[in-house]
């Protein structure tokens, strides 16, 4: 009877903990909490950890936080979270801001259906976080142009790798010109469908299982020439280039994004997406078709993504938005 209580009161207290009725200081954890969320700061993923900050390489802004309520953050509670994260999904297509800074070190222990949630979980915040981002910036450009904001305009086109035009001279291009920068601009700061980028994260990381996922936060397997700044890969003599390496998991996202948007290799799936115009429409299939290029495979690249969405059902995720905040 002891045991079923105990039992009892410690499902109930993780309970609480999700609504947000307690706080850390329950579990004995020091800051930053796993679960909850404040003011948009990432989190450590310390589900599923080995609780020793030697076993993967933590950004420096986390290596003295410590949990000491191990039997509290075993499996158990790792598969509850998410599956209450699911479920509440289900019912309601709104989530909350829970930011993991990197994945699980024993993610490929858990069993297939279990490692397939917690991905999930980890990564539906990540992706609106990054289109949030996108849309933000969106908003501001628009603005920009209007109020013929050069210097935040020539901030964009940087970011935004404009060359066609002379950025540096933008407040001295005739209006034609001026309009063609517009134009380029909005093409490429824009939002993606959250299944093809879900679908992309589970095919290059291997459900968040793959040793450059693992030990260098690179979740869409974006190559760098300079090795320092990634893993190179094994199986291949001496390659050229290396899996890019990231601080955190959103950094990952946000290069994923940015890339897409820059690159000219995705150029027709920015143009799509422009005659589409409506994000709430997008859909991850149909954006996948102009994705042929992401790797060398080809085609069977693209039919690799579709078949991700399809059997994952990962396409009614792209209506997912942030719950609004206390």
């Given amino acids: 009877m002891r045991f079923k209580n105990n039992t009892l009161l410690t499902f109930l207290a993780f309970l609480l903990s999700i609504l947000g009725l307690i706080g850390p200081g329950f579990w004995d954890i020091k800051s930053p909490n796993p679960i909850k969320y404040e003011n948009d700061h990432l989190t450590r993923a310390s589900l599923g950890l080995r609780f020793n900050p030697n076993d993967i390489d933590l950004d420096n802004k986390f290596k003295n936080s410590k949990i000491s309520s191990k039997n509290f953050f075993g499996k158990e509670i790792a598969i509850a979270w998410s599956k209450n994260f699911i479920d509440q999904i289900k019912a309601e297509p709104k989530i909350p801001r829970i930011y993991f800074t990197q994945l699980p ?25 990054g289109n949030e981002k996108v849309s933000i910036e969106r908003s501001n450009l628009i603005m920009f142009f209007k109020k013929g904001n050069f210097k935040k ?26 309009k063609t920068l517009q134009k380029i601009l909005l093409n490429r700061v824009n939002v993606l469908p959250i299944s093809m980028m879900l ?48 601080k955190n998991l959103q950094d990952s996202v946000d290069a994923y994004i940015l890339n897409l948007n820059t690159h000219p ?33 080809g085609f069977e690249y693209v039919k690799k993504i579709n078949l991700m969405i399809k059997k994952n059902n990962l396409e009614k995720f792209n209506s997912l938005r942030f719950k609004l905040e206390n």
């Fill in 105 to 129: 070190s024993d993610l490929n222990t858990y069993q297939v259906s279990d490692k397939k949630k917690i991905f999930i979980s980890i990564m539906l915040p990540l992706l609106l976080k």
């Fill in 153 to 178: 305009l020539k901030l964009f086109c940087k970011k935004y790798k404009i060359k066609t035009i002379d950025c540096n001279n933008i407040n001295s291009l005739n209006n034609a010109k001026f």
């Fill in 199 to 246: 679908a992309q994260a589970i095919v290059e990381s291997g459900w968040g299982g793959s040793r450059f996922a693992q030990k260098g936060n690179a979740l869409f397997g974006q190559w760098t020439w300079d090795k320092k700044k990634g893993i190179s890969p094994t199986g291949i003599h001496k390659p050229s280039f290396a899996v890019k390496s990231f």
């Fill in 265 to 297: 290799a995705y150029i027709k799936l920015r143009n799509y997406r422009e005659l589409i115009r409506n994000p709430p429409n997008f859909k991850g299939y149909k954006f996948s078709r102009y994705l042929d290029k992401y790797a060398i495979i």
